[in-house]
């Protein structure tokens, strides 16, 4: 059965101080990672997806990168307005099931 | 371009009861899947529906049926709701096909049993 665990569950950073969280997997024969971002009482918002190991993605201050059994989200200098929970969730080929992690709180503090 | 949208927004229920869920995909979308995210866990895979059949299932009761209509739109029944029901329910729409499918997450349905 596939599955995903994420470290640290929560962390707290100041503001431009930065980190990365852990995503860890196992997953028979991985179709897809995928990097999501939750605020409070809301959706899921979509991030990135990576599909083979040593790939790597970048949005603005985050960067995702992907090894055979890990990947993980790094955080540049963060802001206030990055506080939310980051889920990490896997698919495997032949599969339509996503299994989520329960995610890392992060925290940024000005 | 209208993203992923539920109804209603809240539930409140009481034990035994029938609650009926409603997902309307993000435009271009074909696939849907529903997934429960109980508090201070990540969303658990419900079932996925694609051309208005259900495509594959989680580790959930037969309590939980869904459909899925021509256009796309679709619905979560659950039935003889239990306490443990509680939880948000997400909608998820995608398009079909082609490597790892990027979900888009709709703003949820929060269901409350009492």
């Known amino acids: 059965e596939d599955q995903v665990t994420q470290s640290p569950e929560a962390l707290r950073l100041q503001e431009g101080e930065s980190s990365s969280l852990n995503c860890s997997y196992t997953v028979s024969g991985l179709r897809g990672l995928f990097w999501y971002r939750q605020d409070p009482g809301k959706g899921p918002e979509f991030l990135f997806t990576l599909y083979s190991a040593g790939e790597e993605k970048e949005k603005e201050r985050l960067k995702a990168t992907l090894t055979k059994k890990e990947s993980f989200l790094h955080i540049t200098a963060p802001k206030p307005e990055d506080s939310a929970t980051y889920l990490c969730?896997?698919?495997?080929?032949?599969?339509?099931?996503?299994?989520f992690g329960i995610g890392t709180k992060l925290q940024v503090i000005p | 371009d209208a993203g992923v949208t539920q109804s209603p927004t809240h539930l409140i229920k009481t034990r035994g009861q029938q609650v009926t869920l409603r997902c309307s995909p993000k435009s271009g979308h074909d696939t849907v899947s529903w997934y429960q995210q109980a508090l201070g866990q990540g969303p658990q895979f419900i079932f996925q529906y694609y051309e208005e059949e259900e495509r594959q299932r989680g580790n959930f009761p037969d309590r939980f049926s869904g459909h899925q209509f021509p256009n796309y739109s679709s619905e979560l029944n659950v039935n003889a709701l239990l306490l443990g029901d509680s939880a948000l329910y997400l909608c998820?729409?995608?398009?079909?096909?082609?490597?790892?499918?990027?979900?888009?997450f709709g703003p949820g349905t929060r269901l409350t049993v009492l």
């Open positions: 969730a896997v698919q495997a080929r032949g599969y339509q099931k996503v299994t």
């Open positions: 998820a729409s995608s398009l079909s096909g082609g490597a790892g499918v990027e979900q888009f």
